[in-house]
């Protein structure tokens, strides 16, 4: 069965650094991958997804992220983090039919 | 595009009483449609998938006869907790997605459901 570990729980950075939240992934095959955001009391808010092709995949609000299949990783970066961005981020994987998150990481920002 | 809404966003309830909740895709048809379970600060597990006009698929551990799930047309999906009890109190998130060639979920906004 697939699975999906974000190994950071909580991150705090400053507003204005960089960010790479942190993604791998167990599927057997080729994954179909994404990073969703979740502001308090929200559903989720798509920010990017890697389905095939480039490795390098753009989202919205700045963000990327990278699919390295030698890894199995799938990590979220952004060059530089605005007070906005505090939220929760959930990585999922898409396989047998099924979205399947991780536990999420717990982003706060310094001003 | 893609949107979908949920119905109500939060509900207050007392034990033993039963709630429904609805999903909606609006501008599109979903023939599939997902409810997942979101405890505070944990995250989203599958309960259901439901395509429509047939019976739902529940994942291990989830009560049938508890989560009652409906998809009677393309747009439309329900979940009815039934005999609520404090412990069903929780975040409840659906999302659907088309028939077409991707398998992106489109998610809605969540319904926060408080037993007493």
């Known amino acids: 069965a697939q699975s999906v570990t974000q190994p950071d729980i909580h991150i705090t950075v400053s507003e204005g650094a960089s960010l790479e939240l942190r993604c791998n992934y167990s599927y057997g095959a080729t994954p179909y991958l994404f990073w969703y955001v979740q502001s308090p009391g929200q559903g989720l808010q798509l920010l990017l997804k890697?389905?095939?092709?480039?490795?390098l995949v753009q989202g919205i609000k700045g963000f990327e992220a990278e699919f390295k299949r030698s890894q199995s990783s799938f990590n979220l970066r952004k060059p530089s983090v605005h007070w906005s961005d505090a939220a929760e981020y959930f990585c999922?994987?898409?396989?047998?039919?099924?979205?399947?998150f991780g536990a999420g990481t717990r982003l706060a920002v310094h001003p | 595009g893609a949107v979908v809404s949920q119905h109500p966003s939060w509900v207050i309830c007392k034990s033993g009483t039963s709630v429904k909740i609805e999903c909606r895709s609006l501008?599109?048809?979903?023939?599939?449609m997902f409810w997942y379970r979101q405890f505070p600060k944990q995250s989203l597990m599958l309960m259901a998938t439901?395509?429509?006009?047939?019976?739902?698929?529940?994942e291990q551990g989830v009560e049938k006869d508890k989560f009652l799930i409906n998809h009677a047309s393309l747009t439309l999906s329900t979940l009815t907790v039934t005999s609520a009890h404090p412990e069903d109190s929780s975040f409840y998130i659906c999302?659907?997605?088309?028939?077409?060639?991707?398998?992106?979920?489109?998610f809605g906004p969540g319904t926060r459901l408080t037993v007493l």
């Open positions: 890697y389905f095939s092709g480039d490795t």
């Open positions: 439901s395509n429509e006009g047939s019976k739902a698929t529940y």
């Open positions: 999302s659907a997605k088309t028939g077409q060639g991707n398998n992106e979920q489109f």
């Open positions: 999922a994987v898409y396989g047998y039919n099924k979205l399947i």
């Open positions: 501008d599109f048809q979903a023939t599939t």
